[in-house]
């Protein structure tokens, strides 16, 4: 029953920024960690950043540091990805996803997946 439903995807120019929001739908939603995930084409699915839904701690993919804050409203069941000093190889389409019972950085361990949202940084 879980649906996550991503947004705020777009074209940017190099050291631009943009906010991706996650809205998450789903009787009792409350998962373990929410996660913003990857995908340039040719390539696999990468990890981005984390956040544990209770208490908040965040982790993040050293491509991403300084650069990519993860957060969450837990009351409004929403994700949110604010990044910035955009670069090209930061283009990719990213998806929210939700994991049951893991704060993680692989793809393994999340349950739902979003449609992804498509990010073009242009140099």
């Known amino acids: 029953q879980v649906q996550l439903v991503e947004s705020g995807g777009g074209l940017v120019q190099a050291g631009g920024s943009l906010r991706l929001s996650c809205a998450a739908s789903?009787?009792?939603?409350?998962?373990?960690?929410m996660g913003w995930f990857r995908q340039a084409p040719g390539k696999e699915r990468e990890f981005v950043a984390a956040v544990r839904w209770s208490g908040g701690s965040t982790t993040y993919a050293d491509s991403v540091k300084g650069r990519f804050t993860i957060s969450r409203d837990n009351a409004k069941n929403m994700v949110y990805l604010q990044m910035g000093n955009l670069k090209p190889e930061d283009t990719a389409v990213y998806y929210c996803?939700?994991?049951?019972?893991?704060?993680?950085?692989?793809?393994?361990?999340?349950?739902?997946w979003g449609q992804g949202t498509q990010v073009t940084v242009s140099s």
């Open positions: 789903g009787r009792t939603f409350s998962p373990y960690a």
């Open positions: 996803a939700a994991s049951r019972s893991l704060y993680s950085n692989s793809v393994v361990h999340y349950d739902y």
